[in-house]
């Protein structure tokens, strides 16, 4: 099939700009900005691949935090982009996970209950899929970014080192981590934004391993033990993939839980005649529908409205305007401590 004629013109501002520019799309973007991006990946390989790139621009197709990570990690280490700049094509392309923890209230939140126990460090965890501020305060504690892809590696490090673990946003991931690397539930003790002291007593808190911010997905934590139920009856000879971002109570119902790249590789690894059952963002279920060669039903269909707000519009007048308000820029105070988070988690 002929590319459609605004790919070409894409095509045309990337065949000009060559080395000099990077462009990044997210597995839950549409096939067709998939098809004018120079990489597809998860939140950690697109972290990663920001961070080794030397592109003078890089144009983000994704979420905001998505964006603002990229940011940070082409700052130097006094913060400065050095000409380099980062570029998210739908500007209002935001996570409504990221934006159920702020930085105020964590910071507020890992006093409180710092003080409950001065003598176990509390060590911030925090997802990728987190506002820059967040980032910060992770880094300014010692603590480290994560991803549904490595979150096991890092919760798992920092509770060897007899930590007691304040993971934000996403209450659901850090539950099945905790279960998958054999926690009671008991470990677990949930900080509820709204309530005084998280709702917690001080002997929860000394009780708990993890105290899990109450943020959550609300695309993931849609799906529901009906759902697999149901799915499970139509097609009771696949095998069920879902998302850690899925509850805990769902997850445990799947064959494995499993993070956007861990899905795709247990996909493509397996024999052809194996039959799938997915939960996830349904743009990359359709695209493993219709590329990975095995046979694969979506366990519901999910889908992220602020991952599609990325057009091929959007991304031709990026190149056609450099719109500033398209213009990434992780303010300056931030990006020392937020770095420091994000290096730590690709460190480990
Ligand atoms: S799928 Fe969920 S976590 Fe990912 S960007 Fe959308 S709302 Fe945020």
């Known amino acids: 099939m002929n590319p459609s004629p605004l790919l070409e013109k894409i095509n045309t501002f990337r065949r000009e700009w060559g080395e000099r520019l990077l462009i990044l799309g997210h597995h839950y973007q549409t096939s067709e900005v998939v098809a004018c991006c120079d990489a597809v990946g998860d939140s950690l390989e697109l972290s990663r691949l920001a961070a080794q790139s030397k592109a003078e621009r890089i144009i983000f197709c994704g979420v905001r935090f998505m964006a603002e990570t990229a940011d940070i990690l082409i700052r130097d280490a006094n913060g400065n982009a050095n000409g380099r700049s980062v570029w998210q094509p739908a500007p209002t392309a935001g996570c409504p996970m990221a934006d159920m923890a702020d930085g105020a209230s964590l910071e507020a939140a890992w006093q409180t209950l710092q003080a409950i126990d001065p003598t176990t460090p509390l060590t911030p965890v925090v997802y990728v899929n987190s506002n820059a501020e967040v980032k910060a305060v992770c880094g300014k504690h010692g603590g480290s970014t994560c991803t549904s892809g490595n979150g096991h590696r890092v919760v798992k490090h920092f509770l060897n080192q007899g930590h007691r673990i304040l993971f934000a946003p996403d209450q659901h991931l850090c539950t099945n981590i905790m279960r998958e690397l054999g926690y009671p539930t008991s470990a677990v003790a949930l900080w509820r934004r709204e309530l005084p002291n998280g709702g917690l007593t001080a002997e929860q808190v000394l ?8 943020g959550c997905c609300p695309i993931h934590a849609s799906y529901t033990t009906g759902d697999i139920q149901v799915a499970r009856l139509a097609h009771p000879d696949a095998e069920l993939l879902i998302h850690p971002e899925a509850p805990s109570a769902v997850a445990a119902l799947a064959d494995h839980t499993g993070s956007t790249k861990g899905i795709i590789d247990t996909i493509q690894r397996a024999d052809p005649d ?24 979506s366990l519901r269909p999910i889908l ?17 305007t450099w719109d500033e308000t398209c213009h990434v820029v992780v303010p300056h105070d931030l990006v020392a401590d937020a770095r420091i988070s994000v290096e730590r988690m690709l460190a480990l």
């Open 207 to 214: 009780q708990a391993r993890l105290i899990a911010w109450d």
């Open 274 to 297: 194996r039959t799938f059952i997915v939960g996830t963002e349904e743009h990359l279920v359709e695209r493993l529908k219709r590329t990975a060669g095995k046979t694969i039903f």
């Open 304 to 320: 992220c409205t602020d991952m599609g707000l990325t057009t091929l519009e959007q991304i031709l007048s990026v190149f056609e």
